[in-house]
């Protein structure tokens, strides 16, 4: 057990709505990252916060948003989905930066119908 | 932009045998860190092993050790007595300390056979 928690583990939706996908990190870290995996793009690295404040941003296109919370819990918003954007959302956490060890979620399945 | 690249997409090893996975990357900064992280059937991403790139010391954790080439920006991972548990995704990975990028290679699927 990685310590780190996210919520659902599995997310069926059509195109063209709004999900929120939810990430609690392991206690005492301060950075969650977010990534997608998908079958054609392997991981991809999405976006990274620290104590609340975006630090990096990766892939992640327009229509995602990000943020995290006083508690350090985050959530990943994806709206107006499309097919492609079915994939495998992992969470990770770290005490501070990506260069420690990153402790990863179960991740979250979405299948967009 | 870093790009990591894993050249083997598959490979195959027998049970208590010693496995060699091949990473390269390329990044013109100076600080950077590098792993390797497993992802098993079960879909967990699990930290494998950690280098500093200044450090020339190859890193190593129990049955995981790593060949660090730094000025052939070469990063392998050694699995020595491969055990059935071993089996799994194998992701090499990169991170830029000053620009907090941070990229992952195709994979490399590895089966260790009874």
Request: charged share 20%.
């Amino acid at each position: 057990d990685s310590g780190v928690t996210q919520t659902p583990k599995h997310l069926i939706t059509a195109t063209g709505q709004r999900v929120t996908l939810r990430c609690s990190p392991r206690s005492g870290d301060l950075s969650v990252y977010w990534y997608q995996q998908s079958l054609d793009q392997g991981l991809q690295f999405l976006i990274q916060y620290y104590n609340g404040e975006e630090r990096a941003k990766g892939n992640i296109l327009e229509r995602f948003s990000a943020q995290q919370f006083p508690d350090l819990h985050s959530e990943l918003n994806l709206s107006s989905l499309e097919l492609g954007d079915s994939a495998l959302y992992f969470c990770a956490s770290s005490e501070w930066g990506t260069e420690q060890p990153q402790h990863f979620g179960d991740g979250t399945r979405l299948s967009i119908l | 932009a870093q790009t990591v690249t894993q050249s083997q997409p598959e490979m195959s090893v027998q049970e208590a045998e010693t496995v060699t996975l091949s990473c390269t990357y390329d990044t013109s900064e100076n600080n950077y860190y590098l792993f390797w992280y497993k992802q098993p059937p079960s879909r967990q991403m699990i930290l494998v092993i950690r280098q500093e790139a200044y450090k020339q010391q190859n890193a190593t954790e129990n049955r995981f050790s790593v060949n660090f080439q730094k000025a052939a920006k070469s990063f392998s991972l050694k699995i020595s007595d491969s055990q059935l548990g071993d089996t799994a995704m194998y992701f090499c990975a990169s991170h830029n300390y000053n620009n907090n990028d941070m990229r992952f290679g195709a994979g490399t699927r590895l089966t260790v056979k009874p």
